[in-house]
């Protein structure tokens, strides 16, 4: 029992779990020092960022390079982009028809929502919105195109091992480093939550408890309910799944990004025997077009405003607005407050809520981020497993080893 109990204490995880709880308290009973705390978790963070673009490329240069195959190429990403907009979809739908059924916002007064003021930098960065300016900022959108390509014509280069022998080494170096900085996890979710108790209260959290339940619930019944009868189907356990991706859904949650573990998720889905070419196509590609949990908190975020102004949107106002949805639920990335404004830029595009009802979310949309955030990493774990396996592009042998089924 005492070496079980070290062994807990010993584990990034138990650190983790133990910082976002500290930072919850000093942010509640300390709020100036918890809003104090924010460039911890911010600069967490970006370290981890660092690693992101250099782990993308090498592992889909090495992984594609290996492959020798440009259809498989070809056939992995079509099934993937397939895959997404299958799942979104189900998404969208789910949160719509939750937020119908439970009617969050009916009732709710809105002379207790924050400054509208504070909505105006939103509205300036989703009226700026441009799938252009999206592909040019998106640095790992990129990457991942060029390491495509170079992938593709390292395969076909004679001398082809005399460039994958030092990427292969430098490979091995990033993720030591990543290792490395990973020890520091804790002190961004201690960060992270932190602030974000302190900035925003539990006074918030009463206001509107109403929608962040039925958020909540939405939430884990896509999980265990979509995203685990889809493991089922191919023959794998979501729980075992998520116990072994447990130390960064933790991370997700302090940090409030699932961007912060990106590289190590790649690395563990290696190790649990998908393919490198698989994962470094799916992981990136799904960071910003397979957001299962942007896709719930959007679509229920525009008929719990609906609601709140007494809104009642016809069948083809509603089906505008769910083709919209599927279009600009792929422009968030996975870092905190990308989902506010491509909430932002969705409701500049149906021109019927107004603007001003954002004021009300600002409030609890930091603590829905978390929720957010760990549903778009689980989706795209889930992914990645489930397209390797139809792919024949897993060894089940050490997934069983690792994992388990």
């Known amino acids: 029992m005492i070496m079980r109990l070290k062994n807990i204490v010993f584990t990034l995880t138990f650190w983790v779990l133990t910082a976002i709880l500290a930072g919850a308290v000093l942010g509640h009973f300390r709020p100036d020092l918890g809003v104090a705390m924010e460039p911890l978790g911010k600069q967490f963070i970006n370290v981890v960022k660092l690693f992101i673009n250099p782990i993308i490329f090498l592992t889909i240069v090495l992984g594609i390079s290996s492959m020798g195959d440009l259809k498989q190429v070809g056939r992995v ?62 640095l790992t959108i990129q990457v991942l195109l060029l390491s495509i390509v170079l992938g593709v014509w390292l395969g076909k280069y004679r001398r082809k091992e005399r460039v994958i022998h030092p990427l292969q080494r430098a490979s091995k170096y990033v993720f030591k480093g990543l290792h490395w900085v990973m020890y520091a996890a804790p002190i961004g979710a201690f960060g992270g939550m932190a602030y974000t108790m302190g900035k925003f209260g539990i006074g918030s959290l009463l206001i509107l408890g109403k929608f962040m339940l039925t958020f909540y619930i939405t939430v884990l019944i896509f999980i265990f309910l979509i995203l685990n009868g889809i493991m089922r189907y191919y023959g794998f356990s979501l729980i075992k799944l998520l116990k072994y991706l447990k130390e960064e859904i933790f991370i997700v949650i302090g940090a409030s990004s699932s961007e912060a573990v990106l590289p190590s998720v790649m690395e563990k889905l290696e190790q649990a025997g998908c393919e490198k070419s698989v994962v470094g196509l799916i992981i990136p590609t799904g960071y910003s077009f397979n957001l299962d949990g942007t896709s ?27 083709g919209i949805l599927l279009i600009t639920s792929k422009g968030a990335a996975g870092v905190t407050g990308s989902g506010f404004i491509v909430l932002a830029s969705t409701l500049t595009a ?31 774990a889930v992914a990645t497993v489930v397209i390797s396996k139809h792919e024949k592009a897993i060894d089940m042998d050490t997934f069983k080893k690792v994992v388990g089924v």
């Open 296 to 322: 719930i908190y959007l679509s229920m975020a525009i008929i719990f405003l609906a609601q709140v102004f007494d809104i009642e949107f016809s069948i083809s106002q509603q089906l505008t607005i769910f």
């Open 77 to 138: 990403g079509g099934k993937a982009l397939l895959y997404f907009e299958i799942v979104t979809t189900l998404a969208l739908l789910i949160g719509i028809a939750v937020a119908h059924f439970v009617q969050p916002g009916a009732g709710v007064d809105t002379t207790s929502a924050a400054a509208a003021s504070q909505i105006e930098t939103y509205q300036q960065r989703a009226a700026d919105f441009s799938w252009i300016k999206f592909l040019k900022e998106n």
């Open 350 to 380: 149906i021109k019927v809520i107004p603007l001003e009802g954002l004021a009300l979310l600002i409030g609890v949309d930091r603590f829905m981020s978390e929720a957010r955030s760990v549903t778009n990493f689980i989706g795209n």
